[in-house]
């Protein structure tokens, strides 16, 4: 069984930055890709990233394109969202998942196998 823990979500002021840290445990944890969403009250669960674990190709949200980066180290089963020019509407609980086999798409909640239990992102202006 695989487990996702984030954390890093805090509070903080609309330009400021945050780094999300995800980290995964399993008997023999060897995703096919990791990713990132997010979800604010009464809304659906919203693809912000992903990132291949073998090979590390990345997808990225045009809302967070330029100022959000995804990273893994595979070696510490550990995912990452740098998160730099945050603002108001970036506020959200954000949520790691984990694709297991293989899938040609990772931008839908369908196309992931395990979640975390996401951490709070609180952007004030």
């Known amino acids: 069984q695989v487990q996702l823990v984030e954390s890093g979500g805090e509070l903080v002021q609309a330009g400021g930055s945050l780094r999300l840290s995800c980290a995964a445990s399993g008997r023999t944890f060897s995703p096919y890709f990791m990713g990132w969403f997010r979800q604010t009250p009464g809304k659906e669960r919203d693809f912000v990233a992903s990132?291949?674990?073998?090979?590390?190709?990345?997808r990225y949200a045009d809302s967070v394109k330029g100022r959000f980066t995804i990273s893994r180290d595979t070696a510490k089963n550990m995912m990452y969202l740098q998160m730099n020019s945050l603002k108001p509407e970036d506020t959200a609980v954000y949520y790691c998942g984990a694709r297991i086999k293989y899938s040609p798409r990772s931008t839908r909640t369908s196309d992931y196998d395990y979640w975390g239990q996401g951490t709070q992102v609180t952007v004030s202006s």
């Open positions: 990132v291949n674990w073998n090979v590390g190709n990345i």
